[in-house]
């Protein structure tokens, strides 16, 4: 099974992203700057095929913790939420 990882992937506009690869049975691992907030991801966890909705906390300046974010990724989606309008 391909893996994506999608970094900035846990807030409700990426969810249409993510349902959308879960759905066509991708394992999705997805970043949180805070894992113990799970009110920022939680609403995932109700999407179908969840069971292959992986969440890991991320320190994106860090490059050691992309390193080991990606390292087991088919590919990669950077949301910048500045991007979304």
Avoid: A
């Amino acid at each position: 099974m391909k893996k994506i990882g999608i970094i900035g992937g846990s807030g409700y506009i990426e969810s249409d992203i993510i349902s959308t690869f879960l759905e066509k049975q991708y394992d999705v691992k997805i970043s949180t700057s805070d894992i113990t907030k799970k009110v920022n991801y939680q609403h995932l966890m109700d999407l179908k095929n969840s069971d292959n909705l992986y969440v890991c906390e991320l320190d994106t300046s860090s490059k050691t913790d992309l390193s080991n974010f990606t390292k087991d990724c088919d590919f990669v989606v950077f949301i910048d939420p500045s991007d979304i309008k």
